[in-house]
């Protein structure tokens, strides 16, 4: 199944899956030694500690073993599928986590005192919209500093779109401040430690420490706080855009104008005949956000 496709970062990411969550369990068995019963202890075992996650394995579970009894019948001589009657354990909920003014106000004063690598790509997220392996995997070859523009290219891109974003100006100081630490010859914004090659990982702890300074700073200040995912960023942004309103109450940023911000497709025909970039107005959107969010920071929390 991992010659399935020829999008590499899909096989990598199904071998990484296989080797992590399916591997112990069969070790080296050969396919007609596994069974159903095989297979639906390794969902329950996955469901104990990350029931979302079990969905997506029961998936991975099924396309193996259907390539190995069709596609991939002459390597494996499988004619039976232990996997025919799998079904997912755990009910996928969709996050609908949005953080308002008085919660991103509290994140940006917390991100401004947090002392940890994780701080600009998280500020870098909050000022873009871009997804969290979009801002982590950034690579210097992706942004033009000089023109203050980061060319997502459509292989990093969730809709294989590629996406051209007019930077504000507090996020090319970021990055400029950054370009003047860069390592010779470091291709990744924001590398580990112990691997240049290699985008920033570990965003579990980073996640429990945001959660824990925000929970603080919202109980000295009054505000009842629920906790976030590095996710949640992303749709809080585009939110956020979205609730700008003008003095006659209409929107600051045209909805349609956010979606160009966040990549997301055009619907039906557009996708078709609309090839406009709105390359104006998106640079005009982050600026404004950009504005709201230095606001915000200026207008003080503790």
Do not use: C
Request: a positive charge; glycine letters at 6%.
């Amino acid at each position: 199944m991992m010659h399935e496709g020829n999008q590499r970062k899909s096989a990598r990411e199904k071998l990484r899956l296989y080797n992590r969550d399916v591997k112990p369990f069969i070790g080296d068995n050969i396919y007609f030694h596994i069974t159903h019963k095989d297979l639906a202890n390794i969902l329950q075992a996955k469901l104990a500690v990350a029931p979302i996650a079990s969905n997506r394995l029961e998936s991975l579970l099924k396309r193996l073993f259907r390539w190995a009894t069709t596609k991939g019948r002459h390597v494996t001589d499988l004619t039976v599928d232990p996997s025919e009657h799998l079904t997912k354990f755990a009910l996928s909920k969709s996050r609908e986590r949005v953080m308002v003014d008085q919660e991103l106000k509290l994140f940006v004063n917390v991100l401004n005192k947090l002392e940890s690598s994780f701080t600009d790509p998280l500020i870098v997220a909050l000022y873009t919209g871009a997804r969290r392996g979009e801002v982590f995997g950034l690579r210097w070859a992706e942004l033009n500093l000089d023109r203050g523009e980061w060319i997502l290219p459509k292989s990093r891109t969730k809709n294989g779109q590629e996406l051209l974003l007019p930077l504000s100006q507090p996020t090319v100081d970021l990055l400029d401040k950054a370009a003047s630490k860069r390592e010779p010859r470091q291709q990744l914004v924001w590398p580990t430690r112990l691997n240049p090659q290699k985008p920033m990982s570990g965003f579990s702890k980073i996640t429990k420490t945001l959660n824990e300074l925000m929970e603080k700073s919202a109980n000295n200040n009054g505000i009842y706080f629920e906790p976030i995912t590095i996710h949640d960023i992303r749709r809080s942004v585009g939110t956020g855009m979205n609730g700008l309103l003008n003095d006659d109450g209409h929107p600051v940023i045209p909805p349609h104008v956010v979606e160009r911000v966040l990549n997301h497709k055009l619907p039906g025909l557009q996708a078709v005949y609309n090839r406009h970039n709105y390359y104006a107005e998106k640079k005009a959107a982050l600026r404004v956000w950009a504005e709201h969010l230095e606001a915000l920071r200026k207008g003080g929390a503790d």
